[in-house]
């Protein structure tokens, strides 16, 4: 079964600082990558995804991510963050099944100081 | 377009108590799910349905029942509720057996169990 990993469970940041969160997960066959974004009390929300093609894929809100293979890494960047990001970032798998349920990971919260 | 709606979006219940959650989706979606979303565990997989009139276990089943008896609806059930089962539980749906799929999610139901 997939798993997914993030090390960095809360991270602070003022204003302007860049961001990149950890993603890690184990599966070997063909995957799906996702990053969703929870604002306080708020749904998740699709973030971006990667499933084939180009490794550097950008999303909403000036977020990206890079999947680098080797590495089983999906790590979500932005060069400038801003108070409105402050957020819980999940990290989740779609690997191939009956179902095509989501493995998430156990979530980055990130606050971005004024 | 409503998107999927959870009700109700808060609850309090004795031990011992029952209770139902419900799940509506409009998008004619095919997959829906039940996750519970615990503080530094992210989301796990209660149960799941890929479509009408089936359904399955996930990751953390124990304590929950299901039902998927139309296509636009799915139930969580908590016949005898338990402290361990206060959470935060959310639905969602896809539309679409590719890999790539997103998956919608509603607000969330906050449970607390006493």
């Known amino acids: 079964a997939q798993s997914v990993s993030q090390h960095n469970h809360h991270v602070i940041l003022s204003e302007a600082a860049s961001l990149e969160l950890g993603c890690n997960y184990s599966?070997?066959?063909?995957?799906?990558l996702f990053w969703y974004v929870q604002y306080p009390g708020q749904h998740l929300q699709l973030l971006l995804k990667?499933?084939?093609?180009?490794?550097l894929v950008k999303g909403i809100k000036g977020f990206e991510a890079e999947f680098i293979k080797s590495k089983f890494s999906f790590n979500l960047r932005k060069p400038s963050v801003q108070w409105s990001d402050t957020a819980e970032y999940f990290c989740?798998?779609?690997?191939?099944?009956?179902?095509?349920?989501?493995?998430f990971g156990s979530g980055t919260q990130l606050t971005v100081l004024p | 377009n409503a998107g999927v709606t959870q009700t109700p979006k808060f609850r309090v219940l004795k031990t011992g108590q029952s209770m139902t959650l419900l799940c509506a989706q409009d998008?004619?979606?095919?997959?829906m799910y039940w996750y519970r979303q615990d503080p530094g565990m992210g989301l796990r997989l209660i149960h799941y349905?890929?479509?009408?009139?089936?359904?399955a276990k996930g990751e953390v089943p124990d304590g929950y029942n299901v039902s998927r008896l139309k296509k636009q609806n799915f139930l969580l059930g908590l016949e005898s509720a338990a402290p361990s089962q206060t959470s935060v539980y959310f639905c969602?749906?896809?539309?679409?057996?590719?890999?790539?799929?997103?998956?919608?999610f509603g607000q969330g139901t906050r449970l607390t169990v006493v």
């Open positions: 969602a749906s896809s539309y679409s057996r590719s890999l790539s799929t997103e998956a919608f």
């Open positions: 599966y070997g066959g063909t995957v799906n």
């Open positions: 990667y499933f084939s093609g180009d490794p």
């Open positions: 989740a798998v779609n690997a191939p099944g009956s179902a095509r349920q989501l493995t």
């Open positions: 998008m004619n979606h095919e997959y």
């Open positions: 349905s890929v479509g009408e009139g089936t359904t």
